[in-house]
């Protein structure tokens, strides 16, 4: 029987009911384990940081669990004052600090989620170092913030870790050999989280209960629509009413998951994943960036698709292998992407008319 009090379940975000609802009635039991826990979550007021807080808190409200949550960010000010309803949080500790300077904080937590990175060298982003140096130092801060006591450490890192496919394989699994290209500069990001990946893997051998989520690609309420997503692009397009532009020849392959669906699977490996194993995190149906325009396109009511043609290496392909989270964990895709591309484009529409009135 499903728990009634997830019926007055509040978002302090904005986030749609039934996505916040479909959080805590599917991982009550798991959400449970954190009673009376002391959460450290980094990188707290980025995309998926800010859905984190929300059903941390969510949970709290409903299932009295008693959590404290620290929250480091760089410029919490900011975003308290986009969702004030997080900043007046009383179980909410705000840290105003860049992770690698992170301090260690009294005798440690009971849970940590190291989300701090960014995700790409872009215009007006971090260097190359200074983004491999955030990820990497950040990690070893975050780690040593952990304390002796902490029951889970879950650590955000990235299927960019596996680099290009192999020929003849179309999904990355956990233990595939190659990597990123490693005289590229754009390959700090990559290289990063693997080096983050051999710190956790040495954390967990000393004691610390390190679980690693290999995250891909998502789409949901929070997402940049102007950044490198693909599909964030191709929504704003749509909902925008431009033509939706593709900048390749539209063959390379990429899988969508949805942030509800993302949430269920981060709290399931923070509390129940084996200390030292890389789970990948994200859909496994594959989609080519074609195909994906189009079904935009259909979806949301758009003007229509151009593909502009230029070349795409044939071994461009990022879609997880989901083997070792569905039969570990019991995980299961449970949101179809038409319905995330109708939900995430509702959101954008009510972010606009929110900017327009503020």
């Not at 870790?161 to 999904?171: D, F, R, V």
């Not at 490198?228 to 990429?254: E, M, Q, T, Y």
Request: aromatic fraction near 8%; charge should be positive; glycine fraction near 10%.
């Amino acid at each position: 029987m499903k728990n009634q009090h997830f019926a007055f379940a509040n978002s302090r975000s904005g986030l749609e009911g039934t996505d916040l609802r479909h959080v805590l009635e599917t991982m009550e039991p798991r959400l449970r384990q954190l009673a009376g826990a002391s959460i450290l979550i980094t990188g707290a007021t980025g995309w998926f940081g800010v859905w984190l807080l929300d059903v941390l808190c969510a949970a709290d409200d409903t299932l009295r669990l008693g959590i404290r949550i620290v929250a480091v960010s760089r410029d919490p000010r900011h975003f308290a004052a986009r969702y004030p309803g997080f900043g007046a949080d009383p179980r909410i500790e705000w840290i105003q600090s860049d992770v690698r300077q992170l301090a260690p904080h009294g005798d440690g937590f009971t849970y940590v989620i190291h989300a701090a990175t960014d995700t790409s060298v872009r215009p007006g982003a971090a260097s190359p170092l200074r983004l491999f140096e955030t990820i990497v130092d950040g990690t070893r801060c975050a780690i040593a913030a952990a304390g002796a006591t902490c029951k889970g450490f879950l650590l955000l890192s990235s299927g960019a870790i596996y680099g290009l496919g192999a020929l003849n394989s179309t999904h990355f699994a956990e233990g595939d050999p190659g990597g990123p290209k490693a005289f590229s500069g754009k390959s700090a990001y990559a290289e990063g989280k693997r080096a983050a990946e051999q710190l956790a893997i040495i954390a967990a051998g000393n004691g610390v209960p390190v679980r690693i989520a290999r995250c891909f690609a998502f789409v949901g309420p929070h997402m940049p629509f102007d950044r490198h997503f693909a599909i964030g692009n191709f929504i704003a397009d749509a909902v925008d009413g431009r033509r939706i532009l593709v900048k390749s020849d539209g063959r390379p392959l990429r899988s969508y998951l949805y942030m509800s669906d993302l949430l269920r699977a981060l709290i399931a490996i923070l509390v129940d994943g084996v200390a030292g194993r890389p789970y990948n995190v994200g859909s496994d149906i594959a989609i080519t960036i074609e195909e994906l325009a189009h079904r935009v396109n259909r979806v949301v009511g758009g003007n229509g698709v151009q593909i502009e043609g230029a070349a795409s290496d044939p071994l461009d392909r990022y879609v997880p292998n989901t083997t070792r989270l569905r039969s570990e964990l019991g995980f299961a895709q449970e949101v179809p992407l038409d319905a995330a591309i109708a939900r995430t484009a509702k959101w954008r529409r009510a972010e606009q008319i929110r900017s327009m009135r503020s």
